[in-house]
DNA sequence: TGGAGGGCTGACGCAGCGTCAAGGTCAAGC
DNA sequence: GCTTGACCTTGACGCTGCGTCAGCCCTCCA
């Protein structure tokens, strides 16, 4: 007959675990000898690696009780479910392996890798770092709200880099990023610039999956915020645009909808 | 600005988490509107985001803080080491599969795949299903203390089905198994088929495996006790194989041992 | 015979929140 | 203006699966 010490090191647990399945009322108490000492036999070995292998499997205590009590269909049914469960987990965790070296890789976590490819284009044509991670920062914020979506819209971003009046943006705001002038008179121009390149944008791009998002104006009121946040001539430049018609440069869409425009 | 309820949704956490990184000081306070609400800016979600995606790959809160202050190189370290930590989670979950999988399959867990074929093949040839489990309970025992030496000696064991008594003795157990009488005359004469099988053994096998296993007797006393529970019977045959100088049927040595053999 | 190394029963501690309780606030509709 | 319902506030206890004392008894070996 085993002690309690002797059982638990050969089911490969810890003494205050086997009590603790007493308490619980999942391995049932055994036979005590004459000086008050718990006494086992061999099946209380095969219980305890059965609670354990189900345990180990993520089942919670309070339904191993239950499982090895039930008749061998509905045992298997369970088991189905724990498969099914563990395969979920694995999956899960495959995802977090893949986000966190997105996050060690330094372009932020939950990216797209298209998107990841458009900062490390902006990189090589020499747009500075601060703006990259202003540009990073609301994409996770729009990944975050339709990690789908995004993924369709990137062709259109990185078609963008052609236009050399988008890459002028990039550099000027490079070069005022540098700076840290309470305001800057290229503002004006800037705001020029963005109004002209909304407007086409707007005649060429039509219904597009952009609709889906327009709906949901919270994700951009982030953006806003984010960029008032990292850079007070933020604030100008939003009421340049207002001034143009346009709801800020974060959202693709004027103040107020045209009659018969999108909604 | 966002309230503490937007915050959560749009980062897909509950309020109650917020609040509790808040707690810990893993999230900074934001400052308060008139009536004490909490307001949060754009930063605030990253940070969520940036939270979330670490403690989804298993970094417990009290090492988020650190990391995320960390620099880039002590980061990439870490990183890591979570990595390497999700890779052993995923394997350990893939064990699991395969060990629940088996418990479903009807022959218990843990079990090599040989010593369920040597299960089926019991059955194949009639052993009684009572004795059939009394073998599996004893393979578990043995499974669960030397994982590896077992497999190398199955091979032996299915060549023993080739040798007539030993099936001889399975079929008179089995027999025997499905009568519950106290006693048994035929007890005498198992003994002897088994003492003279062990002493062959003894013969042919010389130095195996076995010699690793046997040097620990908590498993071969485990044996005989779950043969105890399983059927009276097993005393009066321990009894009758240590008359005949073995040290009970489950343990393949002699009582002791013969001078110039085996430690 | 004495000391190490078990065993026994409480009881509290831990992470990471969930879930009341007992209020104060805000936006909308009547 | 008043109600209603959805939020917000702090504070506190609950949950899982044990780890880890504390204070005592038991056994085995030198």
Redo the contacts with the bound molecule.
Sequence with gaps: M????????YAG????????????GLLP?PE????????YGAMAVVSLIK??TL?NA???????GRMLEADASTFAEAVQRIDRHLREEIERLETSRRQIAQLASGDSLVLPPEVVSYLDRLREIGVAERVVEGERDGWILLAARWPDHIREIMPEKFAQLHDPQVVWLYRILSEMSESDADDDPRLEEIADVMAAGLAEQAQTSGETDLDDMTHDDLPFELLDALALESDPRSKRLMDLMRERGWASWTRMKPLADPPGGPT
Excluded: F, K
């Design positions: 085993l002690t309690i010490g002797q059982l638990a090191a647990v810890t003494v205050r675990a086997v009590r603790h399945y007493h308490q619980i108490e005590r000898d004459e000086s008050g000492y718990r006494r609670i354990r345990a993520g089942v919670p205590l309070s339904q191993i």
